[in-house]
Structure formats: C-alpha cells, structure tokens
C-alpha cells in the first residue's frame, strides 16, 4: 500500500511490529491490516498480551522452584564461606538497584514521548475539527444571507422601482444569480458528522491518555519505593523492611508484565495503522464522503484537481455578476429613487460580505490545511507514541528483571542476617569490644547505671567505710584501667584482674585522647596517696 504522501514513510520501528506474527486466540494467522472492530483482528492483540501472561507465569515459577530450592536444600557453610556469599548478595543488590534506576529513567523518557506524541495528535484533531467546523459554519451563513437578507432585500426594491421594467429584470436576474449560489454551496459536502466524530474521539483519546499517564506515573513512584525500601532493608539489617519489599517487589513484578502487556498490544495495533493509515482512513469515511474528497485530502498532490474548484468559480462569477448589478442600480436607480437607497446599500454591503465569506471557505476547502493536520497526526502518534511504547516495554523488561533479581537475592541476605546474630550470641555480653553488648547497652541504659562494689562513683560514706584491698591491686594496672572506664563512657571500678592483666590488646589513642588520659592518670594517681597514706 503506498503512504499517505511521499514525504511520510512509516518508521522503521512501525514496520517490524507491523511485521509481526497476527495469531488468534486457536493460533490461525490473522491479515495484519488495522481493524480495530474485527474480532479476529482484536484477538491477535488479545494473544500478545497472553504472551506476556504466560512469561510472567513462568517468571513466578522460576522464583518459587528458587525459594524452594533455597530453603530445602541447606548445606553447612564454613566460616570462611559466609563472606563471599555476603559479597555476592551485595553485589546482586546493587546490580538490581541500578537496573531499576536505568528502568526508571527509561520509562520515564517513553512515558514523555508517548504523551507528547497523543497531544500531537489531539491538536492536530482539534485543529481539523475547528476548519470542518468552519466550512460548515461559512456554507450555513452564506447560504442563509442569500436566501433570507438578500430576498428581502429584493422584494422591497421590486416594490419601489415598480416602474421601471429594466430595474425589474436587472433584480430579477440577481435573484436568479443568488439561488445559482445556493445551489452551488448545497453541493458542498455537510462536515457535521465528520465533525461530532473527531470530537468524540478526541474526547476519549484524552481521557484515556490522563489515565494512562498518571497511572504509570505512579507506577514508577512504586517502582523507587519499593528500591528504597531494598536498600534500607539490607543496609539496616531490617527483616520486617524486607518483608514489606517482597509483598510490593511481588506486585510490582506483576504490574510490569501486565504493562507489557498493554503496551506491547497497544504497540502493534498503533504500528498496524501507521503502515497503510490512508486505507483505513478512506474505508472509515466512504458512507459520509466521496472518495475523491477523502483521497484530495489525503495526498494533496499538485496533480489532483480541486473537487470543489467548480462550485467555487460558479460562486466567485455570480457574486462579481451582482456586484456590478448592484453597482449599476446604485448609479442610476438611486437619483430616481432617494427611497430605495437603503435596500441598494444593504444589498451591496451582504454581497461584499458574501465575498469575505467565499474567501475564507476558498482557503479552508483547500487540501493544505486539512493535509498539514493529517501529517502532523501521523507523525506524532506513529514517530513519537509508537516509540514512547516501546521505551515503556523495555522499561516493564527491566523492572521484571531488576525484580527478579532482588526476590532471588533477599532469601540470601536473610540466612546472612540470621548467621551473624547467631555469631553475636555465642559472644559474651560482658566484653566492651563485643559489637552487640554495645547495642545492649544502648537500647538499655539502666544497666549501665548499676555500681559495682567498690565503686568511685557511689557516697562518700561507701568510699569511707569500704575500702579496697590495697595489697593486691597495683597502681598503674588499676589506675589505668579505671581511666579507660571513664573515658569511654564506664563506670571505674576495682578488679582482681585487670583488662590489661588478661592479654586484651590495648587500646589505640589519639593524640587528644592520650593527653586527657596522662591527666585524668596524674589527677587519680594524687587522689589515690592523699586517701590512702603509704
């Protein structure tokens, strides 16, 4: 089928999805021309998106024989082993974050193109409508001018110039010019029909983009929440954020695929009438319009004569021939007869008015205009739609993946999770190095309030009446120690054995913490001999 005109060439993306396989639901090949009211043709769109149905029931599969897998199959891990199964959900997960950020982006851009490519359409289908509009509004005016204004215009000057039997026949020959007119616009095709239907599909295609737009809109809002929630899951170490991202990443890997689905259909169909636009366009508009209207309106060739040019000369010729009646009448009529100059006047001012109007209606029923929408049309929804489905079609490819891949990797940093608590309880609670007494201590801040028997912290009665065992703890040992206590947030207390006594490596101090750990030492090391005398 040749194009529409010879400058517009289907895109090359509209072409391979034309190219397509068209199956019915019992598998029997389908013609791929665009018919939209075929059932045949709506089951091979149909079928596409049970294609995506069933990649999306073998999506599922797979997850579930994985988490199955995964949880039946638990083999003993050496310590030595739980790191590199650490690095490997790491890197899985920053894998699937990155896919779904670049799925984000992508979709985004397909979600923009689409849009822009739907408006252009619906300019391009108001401004049409507005020119159908105005070629009926102009006939309707003309006509009416001619049959109602300038009659009366006429049988009053028919009374006045009674008289003169050339006036008569000069007014009877412009009323016989002014029905020639009327005849010629009757034969103008009536755009009402052509009209109310633009309107209607303009309407629906504009509700329907809304929704669509806001709907992936939040769909992609879904798809960062979700990734979001993955990240602080993981960095957290939070089993419940993980729970809530595998309940949304599931129905997240669901809509992208139903998207798919939709768009891949939405895709094909779109590509089907972008192939052979004009054939459709012609089958849809016979029973209002002749072909040869439709097809002047569609190529728009220097070739193709005007069907209309006819009507329009037979117009401009009887409106000149009254003109210069009129014209006559008003030059020597008028000195006979002071009565009739309003009728002459009002006759020359409809007729004047009658040639703006055959002006206008010249340039509407020219093919440019009407041609230039029909461009503008086809090149925003076959160039920018058709690809802005596309970009959302490896958006949903790449969310599903990206979904995957974050289901596959959660089991695994979950068993990691619960490894490296069972590490922390096998530790002991009272070791200040211990990463967990650590969290203990902070989430229960009354045990670190309770004082140990010999404590420098307690009454001054206590440290009078209880004194410790000078003989068997040396100075520098316990006074070093002590000190650590305080500055690392400890209470001082006594101890048979000191933290340096058991082997623990010491502590690394910065130069600050070094110079407040020689004071606080010198003050302890005074406050020790003034209470206790050698």
């Not at 960062?224 to 960095?235: E, H, R």
């Not at 012609?282 to 029973?287: F, I, R, Y």
């Amino acid at each position: 089928m040749p194009p529409a005109r010879p400058e517009y060439l289907p895109p090359w993306w509209a072409a391979w999805l034309h190219g397509l396989p068209h199956r019915g639901l019992r598998l029997q090949p389908v013609p791929a021309a665009f018919r939209p009211r075929d059932p045949d043709y709506q089951q091979s769109l149909l079928f596409l998106g049970l294609v995506a149905a069933v990649c999306l029931g073998l999506n599922l599969l797979f997850l579930t024989v994985y988490l199955i897998c995964l949880c039946c199959c638990k083999r003993d891990q050496e310590p030595e082993s739980k790191r590199p199964h650490s690095c490997c959900v790491t890197w899985m997960a920053v894998a699937a974050g990155l896919i779904c950020c670049a799925a984000v982006g992508i979709g985004f851009y397909g979600n923009s193109e689409t849009n822009d490519g739907v408006y252009q359409l619906l300019y391009a289908l108001d401004h049409a409508n507005h020119t159908l509009t105005g070629i009926d509004s102009l006939v309707a005016g003309t006509t009416l001018q001619m049959r109602v204004g300038l009659e009366q215009h006429l049988v009053r000057l028919t009374e006045l110039l009674a008289t003169r039997g050339d006036y008569l026949q000069t007014l009877k020959f412009m009323q016989q010019l002014a029905d020639s007119i009327v005849l010629q616009l009757s034969g103008l095709p009536v755009w009402r029909g052509t009209s109310a239907n633009l309107t209607a599909l303009a309407g629906h295609v504009a509700y329907v983009e809304y929704y669509r737009w806001l709907a992936y809109l939040l769909f992609f809002i879904l798809v960062l929440t979700v990734c979001l929630l993955a990240c602080l899951g993981l960095a957290k170490r939070s089993r419940w954020l993980l729970t809530t991202m595998l309940c949304c990443g599931l129905l997240t890997l669901i809509l992208s695929w139903a998207s798919m689905a939709v768009d891949t259909a939405a895709a094909v169909g779109t590509s089907d009438f972008c192939v052979a636009p004009d054939k459709f366009i012609m089958n849809q508009t016979e029973s209002e319009i002749s072909g040869e209207v439709v097809h002047y309106y569609l190529y728009c060739e220097q070739s193709l004569s005007n069907p209309f040019q006819q009507a329009l000369t037979v117009f401009q010729r009887s409106l000149t021939t009254m003109q210069i009646q009129i014209q006559g009448l008003i030059q020597f009529a008028l000195p006979l007869f002071p009565t009739a100059e309003k009728d002459l006047l009002g006759v020359q001012q409809l007729l004047n008015s009658s040639e703006t109007s055959l002006h206008q209606l010249t340039a509407m029923l020219d093919c440019r205009g009407l041609h230039k929408d029909y461009l503008d049309a086809l090149i925003g929804i076959c160039y920018d739609g058709v690809e802005g489905l596309l970009y959302l079609v490896l958006f949903s490819l790449l969310v599903a993946a990206s979904f995957s891949t974050i289901i596959c990797a959660t089991p695994r940093a979950w068993k990691h999770f619960a490894g490296r608590d069972q590490d922390y309880d096998d530790m002991d609670e009272e070791d200040p190095f211990n990463p967990q007494a650590r969290r203990i201590a902070t989430h229960n801040p009354a045990r670190g309030q309770l004082r140990s028997f010999c404590s420098y912290s307690s009454s001054l009665g206590s440290q009078s009446s209880l004194h410790p065992p000078a003989q068997t703890i040396s100075n520098a040992p316990v006074s070093e120690y002590m000190n650590q206590a305080v500055l690392f947030g400890g209470n001082p207390r006594y101890e048979n054995v000191p933290l340096i006594g058991r082997g623990s490596p010491p502590p690394t101090y910065s130069p600050s913490m070094r110079a407040t750990y020689l004071s606080v030492t010198d003050e302890h090391i005074r406050h020790h001999n003034t209470e206790f005398p050698a």
